[in-house]
């Protein structure tokens, strides 16, 4: 009986150990946006972009409250991702921010090299449309925003992208109005989000 002692409190001593083990694991952690990076993998000054435009600014341009938000983050390609999704009364008039900066680790990329691709790359390979009809969809620059800006049009509207030091960022406004409407207020959203950069 007394042999088996020590294996007896070998076995409890492991049982033990395991449970804790177990409790650790299932040990909340710290509050993250959905999607964010994980430790190591995303950026190391996290930006909530959803704190960069208050409700009364967004009233102020879109002309509607501002009814919730919805962060999301990712880390791609040596760079972390964080947006917002402004949700309005109408979801037409809603507005998407998404900031760029550099993710922590090995592979972490600066921005700007990002930001030089898509706006100084090859211009010889101008987009044509599906019917194969030329169409001039090139980014149009921006003066007087951030250290540099482009309007890059889309299918449906435009986005207004803004580069500040080593981190860009693009905004994107929904609703009514023409083109030039939507860059003027996609540029005031842009001039204040830089200002909190």
């Known amino acids: 009986m007394r042999a088996c002692l020590p294996v007896l409190a070998f076995c409890l001593i ?18 993250q946006l959905a999607n964010a990076p994980e ?15 208050t409700s009364k600014e967004i009233e102020a341009i879109q002309g509607a409250a501002l009814k919730d938000t919805k962060p999301s983050a990712n880390s791609q390609g040596g760079l972390a991702v964080w ?8 979801a037409a008039d809603s507005i998407v921010l998404t900031v760029t900066q550099r993710a922590d680790g090995s592979n972490s990329r600066d921005p700007k090299e990002s930001w030089d691709e898509m706006f ?23 003066i007087s925003l951030g ?11 435009g986005a207004m992208y803004a ?27 842009a001039e204040i989000v830089l200002k909190r950069l």
């Open 39 to 53: 430790a190591g993998q995303g950026a190391t000054n996290v930006i909530d972009a959803c704190s960069l435009l």
């Open 163 to 189: 580069l500040k030091g080593n981190i860009y960022i693009s905004i994107s406004v929904g609703g009514p109005g023409d083109q030039p409407t939507k860059i003027q207020k996609s540029k005031a959203l």
């Open 83 to 90: 947006q917002c999704y402004f949700l309005l009364p109408s």
């Open 14 to 31: 492991f049982a033990i150990a395991g449970c804790l083990k177990q409790e650790t694991a299932r040990a909340p952690t710290s509050p």
């Open 120 to 142: 100084h790359g090859d211009k010889e390979n101008a987009s044509t449309r599906e019917d194969g009809e030329k169409e001039s969809v090139g980014p149009q620059k921006i």
């Open 147 to 157: 250290d540099e800006a482009f309007w890059a049009r889309q299918r449906f509207g």
